[in-house]
C-alpha cells in the first residue's frame, strides 16, 4: 500500500505558474505508474499527466499539453506537477494518483491509490 500527500496548491491570477508536489510512502514509488486528475465543482473528475515508472513516459490531456509538466523523483518518492500558463479553467481541486499496472491510463478506476487533493485556484 502507499499514501499519498498533495502540496503546493494556492491562488494565482492568470497567466501565472504552480508547482504541485505528492509524496509518497509506503511501497516501492518506483513500482507505480503515477498521474494527475483533477475535479472542477460540478464535474468529473478527470485526467490531467501521467508518467511511467522508470524511463520516463508521459501523456498529457489535450487541454494541459505544452502548458504542464509532469515529473518524478524515485529517489524522494514525490511525483511533481508543473503547471504554467494558468488560465480561470484550470480552477480544480487537483489529485495524486498511483497505479500498480504498466501503462499510463486515462481512466479513474484504473487507479489503486489516492491523496486527498489540493485546490488550484486561477483567477481572471
Known amino acids: 500500500q502507499v499514501q499519498l500527500v498533495e502540496s503546493g496548491g494556492g491562488l494565482m491570477q492568470a497567466g501565472g505558474s504552480l508547482r504541485l508536489s505528492c509524496a509518497a510512502s509506503?511501497?516501492?514509488?518506483?513500482?507505480?505508474?503515477m498521474a494527475w486528475f483533477r475535479q472542477a465543482p460540478g464535474s468529473e473528475r478527470e485526467f490531467v499527466a501521467g508518467?511511467?515508472?522508470?524511463?520516463?513516459?508521459?501523456r498529457y490531456a489535450d487541454s494541459v499539453k505544452g502548458r504542464f509538466a509532469i515529473s518524478r523523483d524515485n529517489a524522494k518518492s514525490t511525483v511533481y506537477l508543473q503547471m504554467n500558463s494558468l488560465k480561470p479553467e484550470d480552477t480544480a481541486v487537483y489529485y495524486c494518483?498511483?497505479?500498480?499496472?504498466?501503462?499510463?491510463?486515462?481512466?479513474?478506476?484504473?487507479?489503486?491509490?489516492w491523496g486527498q487533493g489540493t485546490q488550484v485556484t486561477v483567477s481572471s
Open positions: 509506503g511501497r516501492t514509488f518506483s513500482s507505480y505508474v
Open positions: 508518467i511511467t515508472r522508470g524511463v520516463v513516459g508521459t
Open positions: 494518483a498511483a497505479d500498480v499496472g504498466l501503462t499510463i491510463a486515462t481512466t479513474m478506476g484504473e487507479y489503486d491509490y
